[in-house]
């Protein structure tokens, strides 16, 4: 086994005393190099250490989702991810991501995690660049166009004639800009791994938005925020309080 240096993130106590000692009894050389709960210390801390062998990465803290800090900063170690939700397993892999682990964690499973891990080390292939992992999850040749049947054939609806899509009633809608709505076959997940993320964003299970569709964004309840359509004020795509501070960033870039 490879390896020795863990940083742990994770701002429940109980949660990371747990992780400290199934880490121990799985293997006892592991070295915690540290404890983090939140964004802004992790980031500092990136910045002013070497890189450990694996960071376990809890999702949700205190300050808002983890994925914030590999945003900010560039993380080529590798990571597993735990939570108590499983609606984050895709954004997940987009990073260097091992495993994908909802708490409890149990000790069988982060074995057979830290096993995979070493197994890729040995081969010498868990280095691989981001880009790496962004080309498995999101394909290099992103979602241009749409086969939809029309009358006794079909036609063709262009990604570039897209607002946003929407779920209703177990189908998936796509609203154009010329005001007409095309059912499309794709679930909104499978739409969310094919659309270009630097142009689409899931605001959440119900929407995925165009950038060039967002008139401006209006602070919403509890710290969540209300997408303004352009043109359309009758729709209203609401973004959790973890999904904000995302969306902001996604519009600065």
């Known amino acids: 086994m490879n390896i020795t240096k863990v940083l742990i993130i994770e701002d429940e106590k109980l949660n990371a005393d747990r992780l400290k000692r199934l880490l121990k009894e799985i293997k006892p050389s592991i070295v915690i190099l540290d404890v983090l709960d939140n964004i802004a210390d992790s ?8 890189l450990p062998d694996l960071v376990m990465m809890d999702i949700r803290l205190s300050d808002g989702l983890s994925f914030e800090i590999l945003e900010t900063i560039k993380i080529d170690c590798p990571i597993i991810f735990t939570t108590a939700f499983d609606e984050y397993a895709v954004r997940a892999f987009k990073f260097n991501s091992i495993d994908y682990l909802l708490k409890p964690v149990e000790k069988t ?41 029309f009358k006794d054939g079909y036609k063709t609806v262009l990604v570039e004639e897209i607002l946003y899509f929407y779920s209703e009633f177990k189908l998936t809608h796509a609203q154009l800009k010329c005001g007409t709505v095309e059912i499309v076959p794709q679930t909104m997940e499978e739409l969310e791994q094919q659309l270009n993320p630097k142009v689409f964003f899931r605001a959440n299970r119900q929407f995925i938005v165009h950038i060039d569709a967002i008139k401006r964004l209006h602070n919403h309840f509890n710290g969540k925020l209300k997408i303004e359509i352009k043109n359309n004020d009758q729709v209203e795509i609401l973004v959790s309080r973890e999904k904000a501070q995302l969306l902001k960033n996604w519009l600065d870039y």
Not at 43 to 50: A, D, L, R, T, V
Not at 126 to 139: K, S
């Open 43 to 50: 980031i500092n801390w990136f910045n002013s250490n070497e």
């Open 109 to 149: 499973e982060l074995e057979n995690a830290i096993q995979k891990l070493d197994y890729q080390k040995d081969l010498q292939i868990n280095q691989q660049p981001l880009q790496g992992l962004l080309d498995f999850i999101y394909p290099k040749d992103f979602r241009s166009r749409f086969l939809i049947p």
